[in-house]
């Protein structure tokens, strides 16, 4: 079985996403919700007439099973400021960063067919679980990258960025998982990562945010999030752009638990 990062295509792989053949592996036990782990595999060829399956052993498409990470909705605990379906919002935050071309969120799609019911379905990352934030943060050469998951972070809301979430994977590459918890209307940032809080946001990440801060939006998200959602998506990065500084804590207590 592979995982790690898209080795082919993008299209290829969320082409696969969107269409293989899921089998549940197993349960990620530390998952809040329910997480589980499958494997895809492209679906079965059709030979002969119409409608005939090919004969077992005769599957061309047949290989080793890409690993993707299946969040269903029936999995999800009720929450009394989120609704149900956040899913989603995982799928939101790929379709967002696509948008962007920042490369955080791993290809993830929905899948209203899964084995437990509709849910989001994103590709596994081959990643070194001795990293995550506290570690990445000791080596300068991955500021850029933490910055760019911090300004994402903004532009999201996200309320829920434990330390745990960010993904080194074998190419040194770092990927941002976990965004269920994000989009909400009223401000809800929290977050592992304060420490560049004050500094400029990068030049070149506030011109990717320009258009996203006057409307214009991905139209995939007009299909997952609500009309309220998508407005003060555009009035948050529009702040950002404004501002250019990292903010400073506003609450109490800003950070996720646990941390990782």
Same mark, same amino acid.
């Given at each position: ?82 609704? &149900? ?13 696509? *948008? ?10 929905? &899948? ?13 990352? $081959? ?7 506290? +570690?990445?943060? $000791?080596?300068?050469?991955? !500021?850029?990258?933490? &910055? &760019?998951?911090?300004?994402?972070? @903004?532009? +999201? ?8 979430? *960010?993904? @080194?994977?074998?190419?040194? !590459? /770092?990927?941002?998982?976990? !965004?269920?918890?994000?989009? !909400? ?19 070149? @990440?506030?011109? $990717? ?20 959602? /998508? ?14 500084? *990292?903010?400073?804590?506003? +609450?109490?207590?800003? *950070? ?5």
């Amino acid at each position: 079985m592979t995982g790690g990062e898209p080795r082919t295509d993008a299209r290829q792989v969320l082409g696969l996403l969107s269409r293989g053949e899921m089998a549940i592996e197993g349960r990620l036990p530390w998952s809040s919700n329910a997480t589980f782990l499958v494997a895809v595999r492209p679906p079965a060829r059709r030979s002969g007439s119409a409608g005939a399956a090919s004969p077992p052993g005769r599957d061309e498409d047949a290989g080793a099973p890409m690993l993707a990470i299946y969040k269903p909705s029936t999995g999800e605990r009720p929450l009394w400021d989120f609704p &149900r379906g956040l899913w989603k919002r995982e799928v939101a935050a790929y379709e967002l960063d696509a *948008y962007l071309g920042w490369g955080l969120v791993p290809p993830t799609v929905a &899948r209203p067919d899964g084995p437990l019911g509709g849910g989001s379905l994103q590709y596994c990352v $081959d990643a070194s679980l001795e990293e995550h934030y506290f +570690t990445l943060l $000791d080596k300068p050469s991955h !500021h850029d990258d933490l &910055r &760019r998951v911090a300004a994402f972070d @903004l532009v +999201t809301n996200n309320a829920d960025r434990k330390g745990g979430h *960010y993904l @080194l994977d074998r190419d040194g !590459h /770092i990927w941002a998982i976990d !965004h269920g918890l994000c989009f !909400h209307v009223d401000p809800k940032l929290r977050t592992v990562c304060w420490d560049f809080a004050g500094l400029p946001v990068p030049r070149a @990440l506030l011109a $990717d945010l320009v258009p996203l801060s006057r409307g214009k939006v991905p139209p995939a998200l007009h299909k997952l999030l609500s009309s309220e959602e /998508i407005g003060a998506l555009a009035a948050r990065t529009g702040d950002v752009c404004a501002h250019g500084r *990292y903010p400073e804590p506003k +609450t109490d207590y800003p *950070y996720p638990w646990p941390l990782l």
